[in-house]
T-cell receptor
Framework: GQQVMQIPQYQHVQEGEDFTTYCNSSTTLSNIQWYKQRPGGHPVFLIQ?????EVKKQKRLTFQFGEAKKNSSLHITATQTTDVGTYFCAGTPANAGGTSYGKLTFGQGTILTVHP | NAGVTQTPKFQVLKTGQSMTLQCAQD?????MSWYRQDPGMGLRLIHY???????DQGEVPNGYNVSRSTTEDFPLRLLSAAPSQTSVYFC?????????????FGPGTRLTVL
């Protein structure tokens, strides 16, 4: 079945440093979504990418979708303590049929800690 | 709107007991799903539904049942609880089951099976 791998599993940074997490799928995706989960909280949607090579920015966050639609990345510039949490990518397979288009597969997440 | 609500927030069961985790949404969303979250494993899809009366299995369906009799509710039933089902359970919903849609997560149910 489809697998979505995310690296690194953990990242510790000093406040002000940059941070990047990478997401790789074993199959071509129709879209990639990114979520953030604060400690003790629930995942919260950040963004969705659907086009090959797409790049989107949200303030200090930059999201990219690979040309082959099998990988993605999230980059945070100049991290702040408010960025602490787990970042997940999630994707739907491109060739999903029937009700399988409802299947969203999550990566394991990257846990980000930011030291002030 | 209350969004996605889940009850209970915490639950302790003994091995072999059964229970139902409740999930409801008031956003008229077609798509609903259940995930479990374990350390280092991310979110794994248990069951999902693309509309009332339609359910399908996700990645880890064994030991769980679901039904979707209304658009609003999507309960998850544990038939005979096992310690391996100790986890945090999240329910999520989105407007359409299409590929391009935001998922809204509930606050989660923290389940311990002794």
């Amino acid at each position: 079945g489809q697998q979505v791998m995310q690296i690194p599993q953990y990242q510790h940074v000093q406040e002000g440093e940059d941070f990047t997490t990478y997401c790789n799928s074993s199959t071509t995706l129709s879209n990639i979504q990114w979520y953030k989960q604060r400690p003790g909280g629930h995942p919260v949607f950040l963004i969705q990418l659907v086009k090959s090579g797409e790049v989107k920015k949200q303030k200090r966050l930059t999201f990219q979708f690979g040309e082959a639609k099998k990988n993605s990345s999230l980059h945070i510039t100049a991290t702040q303590t408010t960025d602490v949490g787990t970042y997940f990518c999630a994707g739907t397979p491109a060739n999903a049929g029937g009700t399988s288009y409802g299947k969203l597969t999550f990566g394991q997440g990257t846990i980000l800690t930011v030291h002030p | 709107n209350a969004g996605v609500t889940q009850t209970p927030k915490f639950q302790v069961l003994k091995t072999g007991q059964s229970m139902t985790l409740q999930c409801a949404q008031d956003m008229n969303h077609e798509y609903m799903s259940w995930y479990r979250q374990d350390p280092g494993m991310g979110l794994r899809l248990i069951h999902y539904s693309v509309g009332a009366g339609i359910t399908d299995q996700g990645e880890v369906p064994n030991g769980y049942n679901v039904s979707r009799s209304t658009t609003e509710d999507f309960p998850l039933r544990l038939l005979s609880a096992a310690p391996s089902q100790t986890s945090v359970y999240f329910c999520a919903s989105s407007y359409s089951p299409g590929r391009a849609d935001t998922q809204y997560f509930g606050p989660g149910t923290r389940l311990t099976v002794l």
